[in-house]
């Protein structure tokens, strides 16, 4: 990738504002309230600050369609209407959620159960937990749930990779839902579904559930369809798209070369319709001899019925490695793996509770826009780490984060001047996130490039549909 193709690439970021850098921040910076994985997050360009911004504008606004299916929702209807969740609004006007009465008292807080539905690949539980709730550790009107389901343990559940947690204040307490992406390859349409949630707010507790799911036949939509990218060394294979009432699955096969590569993908039908997604869910994984596969699952808008043909527009996300450097020494240069991109680190310097890195970018395009360099600038305070040299085949590969007292994953960035791109990282070694007794000769700077590293749209192709179930 040159340097042309670089700058048309950032030239296409749209700035977030200073609000967005905040919540960010704020999410980053909160030592494990949900008691769950702690993952690094970079703000790469707009489609992060995009979705920010989408979350703000509709948790206050739903369309007039939505209004329409809200004001003949039921009853069971109106947790999903307080939580603007249509698809749980449709389901309930089918009669298609399991109404729940599942209640259990522990150390003086009660949590109830109210309601569960399974459609596609999203499953759903409601419920209710009362004020006493708040005599834990959070902050009024904060409710977090550490908890598991299937009697797994801590953060290799698989149901909590795509888990989404909300929360609306009521009378004597608080309802919540909770949004799961269903983590198997083969989907049973009924189980039951264990969770025992370990404490809340703090207040431990162990309060067990088991919980029916059920849902209709899935009807499946074969495809089968490859398409290769020689030059980038990539394929697509849509296999399935699986449709339920209200959302459809569509079900690809990724093949590339360098692992961590990411494939997104976008979906228009003959019609124009532009289908919409949530988050991908891997439900099978392995290296091979032509590279990386991954299949994966997306819950996406339910499929129309008198469609003919979709055509697909992937994009290429390429990783590139971290790299590393032992500090016993002040001055050396580190390249990106794959990319013309590097880092001149001028100077380190440790002056009491601070270790402060003086260093260039380069590789990157010329006299770069006010916001481009905001958003640099805002980057960089997460793509340094600090790691203690034992610890590093501590980090845990599928989780990576900095082991707990033996790494810095935060730091403060100056910007010393932009012409050159010339800026200082100061890390606080005395604050939540440290490296106990750090002595420069055994501390590791790693350092993420992917970041600067735009997505590449890829070749669209299309696909012909066999006649859709009605």
């Known amino acids: 990738m040159d340097k042309k193709e670089v700058k048309s690439a950032i030239d296409k970021i749209v700035v977030p504002k200073e609000k967005i850098f905040n919540a960010i921040d704020k999410g980053l910076k ?23 911004l989408g979350i703000t504008v509709t948790s206050g606004f739903i369309n007039p369609t939505m209004n329409k299916v809200l004001a003949n929702a039921p009853l069971i209807g109106g947790i999903f209407k307080d939580f603007d969740d249509s698809m749980g609004v449709e389901l309930a006007n089918q009669d298609a959620v399991t109404e729940l009465n599942q209640s259990l008292t522990k150390n003086g807080v009660t949590v109830k159960l109210t309601s569960a539905y399974f459609d596609g690949n999203v499953v759903s539980i409601t419920g209710f937990v009362d004020e006493d709730v708040e005599k834990g550790g959070n902050e009024k009107g904060e ?42 390859k083969s989907i049973k349409e009924n189980f039951t579904l264990p969770i025992t949630i370990h404490n809340i707010n703090g207040i431990k507790g162990e309060w067990n559930f088991d919980i029916p799911i059920q849902q209709e036949k899935n009807r499946t939509l ?27 699955s569509l079900i690809y096969e990724t093949v590339e070369k360098y692992k961590g590569d990411d ?35 997306r819950e996406m808008t ?26 016993n020494i002040k001055s050396f240069t580190l390249k990106s793996t794959r990319f013309n991109l590097g880092l001149q680190v001028n100077d380190v310097t440790q002056k009491g509770g601070k270790l402060a890195i003086d260093y260039q970018l380069t590789g990157l395009p010329k006299n770069l826009s006010k916001g481009k360099l905001e958003t640099i600038n805002h980057n960089l305070e997460y793509l340094f780490w600090l790691v203690d040299k034992e610890y590093l085949t501590k980090i845990d590969p599928e989780n990576p984060w900095p082991p707990k007292n033996h790494g810095i994953p935060f730091n403060k960035v100056k910007m010393i001047d932009k012409a050159t791109l010339h800026f200082q990282s100061t890390f606080d070694l005395n604050g939540e996130e440290k490296i106990k007794n750090l002595k420069l000769e055994n501390t590791i700077l790693q350092f993420d490039f992917s970041s600067f590293v735009p997505s590449e749209d890829l070749q669209p192709f299309t696909v012909d549909l066999p006649m859709v179930n009605k």
């Open 30 to 52: 909160m030592s494990g309230q949900e008691g769950k994985t702690k993952k690094k997050t970079v703000l790469a360009g707009s489609a992060v600050a995009v979705a920010l």
């Open 143 to 184: 409710v977090s749930f550490d908890m598991n389901f299937e009697n797994y343990k801590g953060d290799h559940d698989p149901w909590l990779r795509g888990r989404s947690n909300n929360i609306k204040k009521v009378e004597d307490g608080y309802n919540f839902q909770w949004k799961m992406e269903y983590p198997y």
């Open 222 to 248: 074969v495809i089968n369809q490859e398409q290769g990218y020689p030059e980038d060394e990539v394929k697509v294979r849509i296999k399935e798209i699986l449709t339920a009432k209200t959302s459809s």
């Open 263 to 297: 494939i997104d993908i976008k979906v228009v039908d003959n019609k124009g319709k532009m289908y919409t997604f949530g988050n991908p869910t891997i439900i099978e994984e392995s290296k091979q001899e032509d590279g990386y596969h991954s299949t994966v699952r």
């Open 302 to 327: 339910k499929l129309n019925s008198d469609i003919t043909s979709l055509t697909f527009y992937p994009s290429l996300s390429a990783a590139d490695p971290k790299v590393q450097q032992l500090l």
